[in-house]
């Protein structure tokens, strides 16, 4: 059962990396300052009695190890308690996620449907026209600021050109210049690790071997080259959707996106400490998960990790 | 264009063809002038030394030159193809046509099985898509077919092989599914580029036996390209010599390699190494190459004093741990090397033999203290190393130095030669000014045959062989006593190859350096070695002098090794009777440890391993 040993071995790693990023979290955000204090520094007339009262009320009183079970505890139930400002904090998330995910989603996906065509179509014409075209459009977006480019955006089509909604997310049509920003700047690097992958492998003896059977570029090209350089593109599409996640704060301020980054900076900007540390953890797991998910795909298109 | 065909033509005709690499302004000539004929049931061997042009023009057949950048300028390739029904011109062709025939008609396998088969696909789809593009069969008729030709090249349950990925299979059964892949849709014609080249010498037996076979049950035409002249004498009818991307010489095998007439074709066959050439003689002996710079008179032959060896090895075992489960427990042991050991006297080769896994390599890197051993002793000059600290094991690093198989990758790309020459002689404190090093620079080149100014050049200015000189020149720079030469002239050209063993052993001679000279080559182990120690997964099965070993072998597997060398006797077909199946390797479980080996002396000095 290796396909079984190997699915078991990363679920357990990634159960390790978790526990291990928590602890993190509610340590670090603990060090920040006593959240008493942060909770009461608005107000004037806060006793030391009352500064215990809270702290009791929050769980502050009891030892370290308690608090994170109890945080654990919370993580595991979903039930993450109430921010001090804002309510539950798992309505918040309940708005929070999907639009970030949504949004993350879509970036990649148009940063996937571009990358790939235009990447395949640099190798097999190096050095060409075409080639020369794409790299240095590339190069330009690579350069850019991904701020400046959703401004640019925002003064484009919905000053200049009212086509598409500057900010929000009432509608759907919301979602594509936040979208379109963030998967232009990704097609930028992705572009180039996908032109790098397919000469690596159209290099491949293989690939000679498969154009020597009699197969039509086709097959060759999309069967036997782009499924292997599949391999590299997925673990770093992987890696970089776990980044995308947790920074896309820039972005989201900039459209005025209700994601897990705006209400992450809120949060430190609020000294909001529950709320903090559940943001923070909620985006690590999410990011461990995609790691995971990478690894499963990963063994799923290369049997080398599959079958020993 | 030709489209009758006359009666009586070569199934494959190629005329004058010439190939283009590069820009059509200012274009490099990689194939010039080349024809030949091909008839029913032929082989023709196209032989030549590296960037001869004989792949290229394998690769011009087929109509693949454009996907590596090259195109036919010249000349026709007239195939009398059945698929089109006509005699066809492969250069000219149209993609759809030449699809046609290419895997079907004409097939190919290449030199590097390691590579030639999809990492991600199973053996059976690749078997599977080449059936479904050529033939009209169901999936269950495309399997029986599959079935059928992986029996044909002797693969045991061929039924879960077609289940298999490639990286489940080793060299020797990836190339014999490349060659029931070619040989499944019955092509008439079978390009095979140096298929053997990267496999063991008993394997490649193995392949070049199976090739000969379905040739002869299927009627099939053969190009084998290869720089092997005993796999050549083996293997053709007819023979094409290439150099320099210019033919030759043509002719029958037995012409060609029998009677050369062409002074390359001449002085390639003196560069040869034959087993059995040195038979009756106890000393090592220079290759005699026409026109080259040393004469096997400047190099007497000195008698070893057999009083004070060098190095003495002594039970040396190392062992490599296969860790498994879910906590990463050692399940099984590689027993790289068992209880090995040898002495090397001064002014000695020591030529310590064997195939992929037998263990020859890790011997000579815990030598070299790049591996340390599980147990065993190790003396060097009567001095223990592995007792002494840390500090002192560094010291004597020096006095044994490494000659890697790639003189590619060993070499800093990025620095002068001069400056890697003389790299180690600065770390080991041996010169401490500029001048100095200068100065042994020079002296290092000159000792290796190349001129002294070459020491501000870079690695690239300099061919394969001579970058060989180079590290050798290298190895010699902290004056070392011994030498260990992994496989060091392996990847070279076979004129080269020559070369490089007559400077070997031109410098010991000189010098009175010891080698201890790691290859799977017997031929070129019969020329250089006074003693020679055979190893077989791991530990020592046979040791003695050259001339006990070659000519009174007594080992099955040293038996094995030297009839599976190919032999230079054009017209004479081997009989011998190929290995079955698959080298086993030296990978145990814990606490399963091989029976230690008991010698039998079979006469002074001359040891094998008692077979139970």
């Not at chain 2, 030199?111 to 991600?120: F, G, K, R, Y």
Request: proline share 6%.
């Amino acid at each position: 059962m290796p396909v079984f040993r190997f699915i078991l071995q990363r679920v357990f790693q990634a159960v390790l990396v978790t526990l291990a990023v928590t602890l993190f979290v509610a340590f670090t955000v603990r060090l920040t300052g006593d959240p008493a204090v942060m909770l009461t520094a608005e107000s004037s007339s806060v006793t030391e009695d009352d500064l215990v009262r809270i702290r009791e009320a929050l769980g502050l009183n009891q030892p370290f190890y308690a608090q994170y079970f109890d945080f654990i505890k919370s993580l595991v139930t979903f039930d993450l308690g109430n921010s001090f400002f804002r309510g539950s904090i798992r309505d918040l998330m309940a708005i929070a996620l999907p639009s970030t995910l949504l949004l993350a989603v879509a970036s990649m996906g148009i940063s996937i449907l571009i990358s790939i065509p235009l990447g395949i179509h640099a190798a097999l014409h190096k050095g060409g026209i075409s080639d020369q075209i794409i790299r240095v459009l590339s190069l330009v977006g690579l350069s850019f600021p991904n701020f400046w480019l959703g401004i640019m955006f925002v003064l484009l089509l919905s000053i200049a050109f009212p086509i598409l909604p500057a900010s929000g997310f009432e509608t759907w049509t919301a979602l594509i210049l936040p979208a379109l920003t963030i998967g232009i700047i990704l097609t930028a690097t992705n572009v180039r690790l996908v032109r790098t992958q397919m000469l690596e492998t159209l290099s491949q003896q293989y690939v000679m071997v498969a154009r020597a059977k009699g197969l039509n570029e086709r097959s060759v090209i999309y069967k036997h080259a782009l499924r292997n350089a599949a391999i590299a593109i997925v673990t770093f599409l992987g890696l970089q959707f776990g980044n995308l996640i947790g920074g896309l704060v820039v972005v989201e301020l900039v459209f005025n996106w209700p994601g897990m980054g705006t209400l992450s900076i809120e949060a430190i900007a609020q000294r909001d400490y529950p709320l903090l540390q559940a943001t923070v953890s909620i985006l690590a797991i999410m990011i461990v998960a995609v790691n995971l998910a990478v690894d499963l795909v990963y063994g799923l298109i290369d049997p080398r990790i599959r079958v020993a | 264009m030709p489209e009758t065909t006359p009666p009586q033509a070569s199934l494959l005709s190629v005329r004058d063809l010439s190939v283009e690499f590069g820009d059509v302004s200012s274009p490099a000539r990689v194939v010039d002038g080349v024809s030949f004929d091909l008839d029913h049931n032929r082989t023709l061997a196209i032989v030549g030394e590296s960037g001869s042009g004989k792949s290229i023009t394998s690769l011009a057949i087929l109509g693949l030159l454009k996907h590596l950048g090259g195109r036919v300028a010249g000349g026709e390739l007239l195939f009398q193809s059945e698929v089109l029904g006509r005699q066809v011109d492969l250069g000219n062709l149209s993609e759809r046509e030449l699809r046609k025939i290419r895997g079907n008609e004409i097939a190919m396998i290449f030199q590097e099985p390691m590579t030639s088969l999809n990492p991600v696909y199973t053996i059976g789809s690749q078997m599977g898509e080449t059936l479904a593009l050529h033939q009209d069969l169901s999936r269950s008729a495309a399997r029986r077919k599959a079935l059928e030709f992986l029996d044909l090249v002797r693969l045991p349950n061929a039924k879960r092989l077609l289940g298999n990925y490639p990286h489940q299979l080793s060299g020797g059964m990836r190339q014999r599914v490349m060659i029931a892949m070619a040989l499944c849709c019955q092509p008439k014609i079978l390009i095979a580029d140096e298929p053997t080249t990267a496999l063991d010498v008993t394997i490649q037996a193995q392949i070049l036996h199976i090739i000969r076979d379905l040739q002869a049950q299927m009627q099939t035409s053969v190009i084998f390209i290869s720089h092997d002249m005993g796999v050549v004498s083996e293997m053709a009818d007819d023979v094409l010599v290439m150099k320099a991307s210019k033919p030759i010489e043509a002719g029958a095998v037995k012409e060609v390699l029998g009677h050369p007439k062409a002074p390359y074709t001449q002085a390639l066959l003196a560069a040869v190494p034959r087993i059995g050439s040195m038979t009756g003689t106890t000393m090592p002996k220079l290759f005699d190459i026409p026109g080259l710079e040393i004469a096997p008179e400047e190099v007497p032959a000195k008698p070893v004093d057999r009083s004070k060896p060098v190095l003495e090895i002594e039970d040396l075992t190392v062992r490599f741990d296969i860790r498994g489960g879910l906590l990463s427990r050692v399940t099984h042991r590689v027993h790289a090397a068992e209880k090995v050991s040898f002495n090397i006297y001064p002014g000695e080769t020591l030529a310590l033999v064997g195939e992929s896994g037998s263990g020859k390599s890790t011997v000579g890197k815990t030598i070299q203290q790049l591996q340390e051993p599980v147990s065993g002793a190790m003396r060097f000059h009567g001095q223990d190393i592995f007792s002494l600290p840390a500090e002192d094991r560094k010291a004597f690093r020096k006095q044994t130095q490494y000659v890697f198989q790639d003189p590619y990758g060993s070499l800093n790309p990025r620095k002068p030669v001069g400056e890697s020459l003389i790299e180690p002689a600065w770390v080991h404190g041996l010169v401490t000014s500029r001048a100095e090093a200068k100065e042994k620079v020079a002296d290092l080149l000159v000792k290796v045959g190349l001129p002294a100014e070459h020491a501000d050049r870079f690695p690239h200015q300099f061919s394969g062989g001579q970058r060989q000189r180079l590290c050798i020149a290298r190895a010699l720079a902290c004056d070392p006593s011994l030498i260990i030469a992994d496989e060091a002239v392996s990847a070279l050209d076979v004129s080269v190859q020559a070369q490089v063993v007559n400077l070997l052993m031109k410098l010991q001679a000189e010098q009175g350096l010891s080698y201890l000279f790691i290859t799977h080559d017997m031929a070129v182990v019969e020329r250089i070695s006074h003693r020679v120690a055979v190893m077989y997964l791991g530990q020592i099965v046979e040791i003695g002098t050259r001339q006990q070993i070659f000519e009174n072998p007594q080992h099955p597997y040293t038996k094995r090794l030297l009839s599976a060398v190919p032999v230079l006797n054009p017209g004479v077909r081997p009989t011998r009777t190929p290995l079955e199946g698959e080298i086993p390797n030296a990978m145990r479980a814990v606490g399963d440890e091989p029976a230690p080996i008991e010698f039998v002396a079979v006469s002074d000095g001359h040891f094998v391993a008692a077979q139970a």
